[in-house]
């Protein structure tokens, strides 16, 4: 079956620090892709996704490369705030055997630090 | 729109008591799903429909029941709640049929039970 595991965490940052997020998927056929954020007391919501191998998924400065040949779909920012605070999850669907079904990864706690 | 409406926010329940989670969507989805989340674990699928009359067990079904009788509500029932059934429960729906397209979340019920 299809299986999303993510870098372990928590996660501190000090503001305007580099933040990657590792994220490595196992499914047959060709699953699409997504970031989820969840911040404090709410629901989640898609960051970014990608559909297809070599696509860029990108919003509010992340960004994620759709990498088939590594099974990958790190998560990336470039200067994060104290406001990208937040769990990001990491999840797939599609695919020969899912359909519309969400898999998701454990989460990651992200905290950023003024 | 409202998007996905979940109710209540909160519930604290006595072991063996039952309640039902409430869930609605008024966004046309076909198909709609219930999952839980727990620390570490991330977000796992407990439910799922992709229609009105058409409901399947997720990963974690044991203990809860589901029924989808309109397209816009999906409730969620604990028969008769255990404390191993403290979590929070997300109401999510999406259009059926395409891996690609985005999930909208409820806000969350935090259901404890002692």
Redesign the interface.
Same mark, same amino acid.
């Given at each position: 079956g299809n299986s999303?595991t #993510?870098m372990e965490g928590p996660v501190t940052l000090s503001e305007e620090a580099f933040l990657t997020i590792n994220c490595t998927y196992t499914a047959t056929g060709y699953? &699409?892709l997504f970031w989820?954020v969840q911040y404090p $007391?709410?629901?989640? #919501?898609?960051l970014l996704?990608a559909?297809k191998a070599d696509d860029k998924g990108s919003n509010k400065g992340f960004e994620a490369t759709y990498r088939k040949e590594t099974t990958s779909f790190h998560l990336e920012k470039g200067s994060v705030q104290v406001s990208d605070s937040a769990v990001y999850?990491c999840a797939l &669907?599609? $695919?020969e055997t899912?359909? &519309?079904?969400?898999t998701? $990864?454990? $989460?990651t706690q992200l905290t950023v630090n003024p | 729109n409202a998007g996905v409406t979940q109710t209540p926010k909160f519930q604290v329940l006595k072991t063996g008591q039952s309640m039902t989670l409430q869930c609605a969507q008024d966004m046309n989805h076909e198909y709609m799903s219930w999952y839980r989340q727990d620390p570490g674990m991330g977000l796992r699928l407990i439910h799922y429909s992709v229609g009105a009359g058409i409901t399947d067990q997720g990963e974690v079904p044991n203990g809860y029941n589901v029924s989808r009788s309109t397209t816009e509500d999906f409730p969620l029932r604990l028969l008769s709640a255990a404390p191993s059934q403290t979590s929070v429960y997300f109401c999510a729906s999406r259009t059926w049929g395409r891996g690609s397209t985005e999930a909208f979340f409820g806000q969350g019920t935090r259901l404890t039970v002692v």
């Amino acid at each position: 079956g299809n299986s999303v595991t #993510q870098m372990e965490g928590p996660v501190t940052l000090s503001e305007e620090a580099f933040l990657t997020i590792n994220c490595t998927y196992t499914a047959t056929g060709y699953p &699409s892709l997504f970031w989820y954020v969840q911040y404090p $007391g709410e629901g989640l #919501q898609l960051l970014l996704k990608a559909t297809k191998a070599d696509d860029k998924g990108s919003n509010k400065g992340f960004e994620a490369t759709y990498r088939k040949e590594t099974t990958s779909f790190h998560l990336e920012k470039g200067s994060v705030q104290v406001s990208d605070s937040a769990v990001y999850f990491c999840a797939l &669907s599609g $695919g020969e055997t899912s359909g &519309s079904r969400l898999t998701f $990864g454990e $989460g990651t706690q992200l905290t950023v630090n003024p | 729109n409202a998007g996905v409406t979940q109710t209540p926010k909160f519930q604290v329940l006595k072991t063996g008591q039952s309640m039902t989670l409430q869930c609605a969507q008024d966004m046309n989805h076909e198909y709609m799903s219930w999952y839980r989340q727990d620390p570490g674990m991330g977000l796992r699928l407990i439910h799922y429909s992709v229609g009105a009359g058409i409901t399947d067990q997720g990963e974690v079904p044991n203990g809860y029941n589901v029924s989808r009788s309109t397209t816009e509500d999906f409730p969620l029932r604990l028969l008769s709640a255990a404390p191993s059934q403290t979590s929070v429960y997300f109401c999510a729906s999406r259009t059926w049929g395409r891996g690609s397209t985005e999930a909208f979340f409820g806000q969350g019920t935090r259901l404890t039970v002692v």
